[in-house]
């Protein structure tokens, strides 16, 4: 993994100065660890909207603040774009040109050669629609070329003592609407104070499913349990309703990041 990192790292120095589109997750984090270790000019760049929980915004510019990169919010519209919010299969892509766009248009204003995002080894073998809209925006993926994958990733993580090497995955909250389903900014909250009052409880994984009038709840194995329990039970659902939804189930496969994608 040593031998990886040092690849990546050579990568890095090659691209000079660079644009990072920046999550704060397990990958861009890492990236930024390498960034700041290759001496390359260098700015983080997040971007938030209403796809994105307001806690993950703050995560992000917190770890920029610990790898000492500058950081740079920017805010994105997605939801602008019709053909987005239609969820098509591709949906990601729109996703993804909007923000590559705009990171293009940061990279020429400050001069920085190269945009780079956080895809690793294992996205290869993903849906990953949003990897055209990086390839038609000449975006960089150096953990991809540096043939790194997930666990090597968090692995690599832990050593450098990075605090986001145990950080589950948190895809956009567009990813919680199965395929058709129109996204909508009141929808997208629902689903945000969702998964935010199962985190408060303690649940480390959670994906709320929206299926319109229906949340569909899926856990990790070890908090099924809890589910089971009446008063929480009642509790929950009081709670789920008065967000917006009308009934709420509980999927009995459990948590399983990407499982739309069936």
């Known amino acids: 993994m040593i031998e990886k990192y040092q690849r990546l790292c050579f990568i890095l120095t090659e691209l000079e100065s660079v644009v990072v589109a920046f999550s704060g997750g397990v990958d861009s984090s890492l990236l930024a660890k390498a ?50 919010t ?19 248009g940061i990279s020429q204003v400050i001069g920085y050669k190269h945009i780079i995002d956080g895809s690793n080894a294992d996205d290869v073998s993903d849906w990953r629609p949003g990897i055209k809209a990086a390839r038609l925006h000449n975006v960089r993926s150096p953990l991809m070329e540096a043939e790194l994958a997930k666990e090597e990733i ?13 950080k589950p995955s948190s895809p956009c909250l567009s990813s919680r609407f199965p395929y058709g389903v ?8 629902m689903v945000e104070k969702a998964e935010a009052f199962f985190k408060n409880h303690g ?49 009995i496969e ?6 739309l994608n069936d």
């Open 35 to 84: 960034v700041k270790d290759s001496g390359i000019d260098a700015l983080l760049v997040t971007a938030f909207s209403e796809t994105m929980p307001e806690q993950e915004m703050m995560h992000a510019a917190q770890i920029g603040r610990i790898i000492e990169i500058p950081h740079l919010a920017i805010k994105t519209n997605e939801l602008s774009n019709p053909l987005y």
């Open 203 to 251: 649940f480390k994984e959670v994906r709320v499913r929206y299926y319109r009038t229906l949340a569909s709840i899926e856990v990790a194995d070890d908090h099924f349990s809890r589910l089971l329990d009446r008063q929480f039970r009642l509790f929950l659902a009081g709670y789920l309703k008065s967000v917006g939804f009308k009934h709420v189930a509980f999927d």
């Open 86 to 104: 239609a969820n098509p299969v591709d949906r990601c892509f729109y996703c993804k040109d909007e923000l590559y766009g705009r990171l293009a």
């Open 182 to 189: 129109e996204i909508t900014r009141e929808a997208l909250g």
């Open 254 to 259: 459990g948590f399983r990041s990407g499982k």
């Open 154 to 166: 968090r692995d690599l993580s832990r050593q450098f003592g990075l605090p986001t090497w145990l």
